[in-house]
């Protein structure tokens, strides 16, 4: 390693402890936590993130699993399932990676990863919270902060406490059963449950991309087209379908206590 | 509480104590731990294992990989993925779970349990290593081995050393490199692509239970029948199938090298 590039490790070190508010004792850690298995292209990768991550997303879903559980003494195992993975799942922690500006610092040679991660940032514009499977964001943001939590992990003997802490201030606002969002889906089927209305998911054929229709009653009501994600595309549509039926509800049936203005 | 049931409490915790060989402050938490859904019934159950299921299950996850990290520096992380798997899976754990008798101790009000658990450590004298999906455990027996670490867990101050050394006594030999067994099913993929065999799965079509049949070339070389679940059935399939092949290819192709007596 020339003098160079060992500079160009303790620039990266220095600025990746102050987002993380942690002082490394192995820097080499740092520097793996955030190697791409593109970036020896193309000799082998001889190391890459991804082993730590392995461990930091273990670390990070027992942390958090301990978090929901002693947090809310009453709250049953489903819906403490579903606040866990709320709370590390690929949107959450992509959005953790691009507000502490911790994509920057990916060492890789893929080129489309800029472009995908540009357009994630753009996304969230349009989405400034979880937008509960709206979203398709670039697995490796939310890889790097698993790997940089496995390397504070290992760095600090194993401490939970020291990586909670960690993980926390770059999470904050946790997401809550209060703010805890419905899954497009789930929500629009039971809307439909609730008012007695038939619905069905339809997949277009004969398109490359996929094509998911939803239909109320035998009427579209909502439609998305999304690559070859057929989840996406389902959760748009559900999504697109939901604001539709309930501006027609409320349009056809409102509410009689409604204080509006004439 | 009545005495007699504190009796009853008492002596419960004191032989998981013994079999943990772990002291527990808060003697709470090992009945919290036993207690099946079902155990309440009529009413609604208030306390079940299922939540510090949720915690221990998060909290073994994040140890192994840490002991698979730790103990084999060299493994890419997909092996590493599968040698955690193995070493926390259903099937470990109710191994595990029977091999101490923690079973016992279960507090249910379900009836097929007994049965369940009486066929699954008949299966275990088939079976005395694990068997690689073939076999199809009580979820319960791995849930209650969770809820126990979870238990610990909580009631040692969150000490990952503590819990870790109660699971890797309870679980030894914990599964590595070497006793990793591969699945039926890859190995059967990996031994007709080696040979240049057409390899197919058929699922009978008006049966009740899942027939799973293998064609290798067209010929039938295994099948398996197994209750609703396919994959059960798939994996005993591919088995039957690997037996048989393994056999008719030693038939054909003895080894040149071989020295066995004439």
């Given at each position: 390693m020339g003098p160079e590039e060992e500079t160009e490790d303790e620039q990266l070190v220095k600025e990746i402890e102050a987002i993380m508010a942690?002082?490394?004792?192995?820097?080499?850690?740092?520097v793996e936590a955030l190697i791409h298995p593109s970036y020896y292209y193309p000799c082998?990768?001889?190391?890459?993130?991804?082993?730590?991550?392995?461990?930091?997303?273990?670390?990070?879903?027992?942390?958090?699993?301990?978090?929901?559980?002693?947090?809310y003494p009453e709250l049953p195992p489903g819906p403490l399932t579903r606040l866990r993975a709320a709370n590390v799942d690929t949107e959450k922690l992509a959005r953790v990676?691009?507000?502490?500006?911790?994509?920057?610092?990916?060492?890789?040679?893929?080129?489309?990863l800029e472009k995908q991660i540009q357009e994630f940032m753009e996304s969230l514009l349009e989405y400034p919270i979880h937008s509960n499977g709206l979203l398709d964001p670039p697995k490796i943001l939310a890889d790097i902060v698993e790997s940089l939590l496995g390397a504070i992990?290992?760095?600090?003997?194993?401490?939970?406490?020291?990586?909670?802490?960690?993980?926390r201030r770059l999470a904050e606002p946790l997401i809550n059963p209060e703010t805890l969002g419905k899954?497009?889906?789930?929500?629009?089927?039971?809307?439909?449950?609730k008012n007695r209305m038939e619905l069905r998911f339809l997949k277009e054929t004969w398109t490359e991309d996929t094509s998911i229709e939803v239909l109320?009653?035998?009427?579209?009501?909502?439609?998305?087209?999304?690559?070859?994600?057929?989840?996406?595309?389902?959760?748009?549509?559900?999504?697109a379908a939901l604001d539709w039926l309930k501006n027609a509800l409320a349009d056809h049936d409102p509410p009689s206590d409604s204080q509006s203005d004439p």
């Amino acid at each position: 390693m020339g003098p160079e590039e060992e500079t160009e490790d303790e620039q990266l070190v220095k600025e990746i402890e102050a987002i993380m508010a942690y002082k490394f004792k192995d820097s080499k850690l740092v520097v793996e936590a955030l190697i791409h298995p593109s970036y020896y292209y193309p000799c082998k990768p001889e190391i890459t993130y991804e082993r730590l991550e392995f461990v930091g997303d273990a670390v990070l879903n027992c942390l958090v699993a301990r978090e929901v559980f002693t947090s809310y003494p009453e709250l049953p195992p489903g819906p403490l399932t579903r606040l866990r993975a709320a709370n590390v799942d690929t949107e959450k922690l992509a959005r953790v990676a691009v507000s502490h500006g911790l994509h920057r610092f990916i060492r890789h040679k893929a080129p489309q990863l800029e472009k995908q991660i540009q357009e994630f940032m753009e996304s969230l514009l349009e989405y400034p919270i979880h937008s509960n499977g709206l979203l398709d964001p670039p697995k490796i943001l939310a890889d790097i902060v698993e790997s940089l939590l496995g390397a504070i992990f290992f760095d600090s003997n194993s401490s939970l406490e020291i990586v909670w802490e960690v993980y926390r201030r770059l999470a904050e606002p946790l997401i809550n059963p209060e703010t805890l969002g419905k899954h497009p889906v789930s929500e629009l089927h039971e809307l439909c449950q609730k008012n007695r209305m038939e619905l069905r998911f339809l997949k277009e054929t004969w398109t490359e991309d996929t094509s998911i229709e939803v239909l109320v009653d035998g009427n579209s009501v909502g439609s998305a087209t999304y690559g070859n994600k057929k989840e996406i595309a389902q959760n748009r549509a559900a999504k697109a379908a939901l604001d539709w039926l309930k501006n027609a509800l409320a349009d056809h049936d409102p509410p009689s206590d409604s204080q509006s203005d004439p």
